[in-house]
């Protein structure tokens, strides 16, 4: 009982070990260079007012889908489709339909195009559910199911990008 009421009591600063700063420690054994007293200078910045633009803000998924869509043009070589104008699918010698170009790294079908597009999205998405992944960490098996999803889709992606790259550089020393 009697300890509850000294811990209780107010303690001086002197009494709390540690609790001194290093600009006390340095007053105290120099008092002839900083006197008495040391202020800290008070700084008044002038406050300006700015008007400011009120605009609403849209949802942040709807910002995410238009930067994924403005990704998506840009992928699929909006540019190339437009100054070469190449044809949309192809066919070879048997009259299958042919969707890559074999052989040929400088020219590409729209649905080639759209295709490899269409995949670097799909691996994005996966990188992002990598990251959702993060935010379940104190729900272990969910985290592990999100994990093993985000993987599984940037792998397949990243080997169907690999079968197209295949195909379309030229076979050398045949």
């Known amino acids: 009982m009697r300890d509850q009421e000294i811990s209780k009591k107010q303690r001086n600063k002197e009494e709390i070990s540690g609790s001194e700063t290093v600009l006390e420690k ?3 054994k120099t008092p002839w260079i900083f006197g008495n007293k ?3 200078p008070k700084i008044l910045f002038p406050k300006f007012k700015f008007r400011r633009l009120s605009l609403p803000m849209p949802f942040r998924s ?3 889908i238009a930067i994924y869509i403005i990704l998506f043009i840009l992928q699929t070589g909006i540019v190339y489709l ?3 104008k190449p044809p949309a699918i192809g066919v070879d010698s048997r009259g299958d339909p042919v969707f890559v170009i074999p052989e040929n790294m400088h020219d590409a079908y729209i649905i080639e195009s759209i295709v490899a597009s269409i995949l670097l999205l799909f691996s994005s ?3 992002i559910i990598l990251y959702y992944a993060s935010k379940y960490v104190y729900n272990k098996k ?3 199911w999100i994990l093993i999803i985000g993987v599984i889709m940037i792998l397949i ?3 169907l990008l690999q079968f197209i ?3 379309k550089t030229p076979k050398l020393n045949e």
Do not use: V
């Open 82 to 84: 437009i100054i070469r």
């Open 142 to 144: 969910f985290a592990d």
């Open 38 to 40: 040391l202020r800290k």
């Open 26 to 28: 340095i007053k105290r």
């Open 125 to 127: 998405f996966g990188f």
């Open 62 to 64: 709807l910002s995410l």
């Open 165 to 167: 790259l295949k195909i």
């Open 157 to 159: 992606t990243f080997f």
